[in-house]
């Protein structure tokens, strides 16, 4: 169905004022995705505070253009839809519910690239992105390491006072 140019300026415009303010994009290639996959999608990506858009390639490229991101746009191939995240402070977000739903459907999804910090970059970058934990699982991590020591410190005054005599 063809897209009037007042509809096309609007999408354009949305596109602009996406890249301007999202934290992180993700370009996604979606191919055969059913509307029930696609509403689980929706709302996996809605659990993270992510949003999805289904946009054209050429309105993408043009607002890319005027958002000035640093670096080469990868390439965009097949249907495309854009996963974002414009606040909150896990920015990793948008790529690892992609890169996790991708798991379940493969062939179906999968990630182009997207833009990270300001900056285009490709779909193996992206994916490493995708496989940094979120941000509660970062958090619990720090905690155990600056607990080991302590721990381990703890257990060795256990083990002595056990080795020692009773007075």
């Known amino acids: 169905m063809a897209v009037s140019k007042q509809k096309k300026g ?12 999202a ?17 689980a999608l929706r709302n996996n990506l ?6 999805y858009l289904v946009a054209k390639k050429t309105l993408t490229r043009k607002a890319l253009e005027h958002a000035k991101t640093q670096g080469e746009v990868p390439a965009l191939e097949g249907e495309m839809a854009l996963a974002y995240i414009t606040e909150g402070e896990d920015t ?14 493969k062939d179906v999804i999968s ?5 990270f910090d300001g900056k285009l970059i490709g779909k193996e970058e992206m994916k490493a992105i995708a496989l940094i934990p979120g941000m509660k699982t970062l958090r619990a991590q720090f905690v155990n390491v600056i607990n080991s020591p302590i721990q381990g410190f703890v257990m060795a005054l256990d083990q002595i006072s056990k080795s020692k005599p009773q007075a």
């Open 46 to 51: 809605r659990k993270s505070g992510a949003n």
């Open 111 to 115: 990630i182009m690239g997207g833009v």
């Open 10 to 21: 609007e999408i354009l415009e949305n596109l602009k004022k996406i890249f301007k303010e």
């Open 92 to 105: 990793t977000s948008p790529a690892r519910s992609i890169y996790e739903f991708s798991k379940e459907h």
């Open 23 to 39: 934290k992180t994009v993700v370009f996604v290639n979606f191919h055969k995705l059913t509307v029930a996959d696609a509403t």
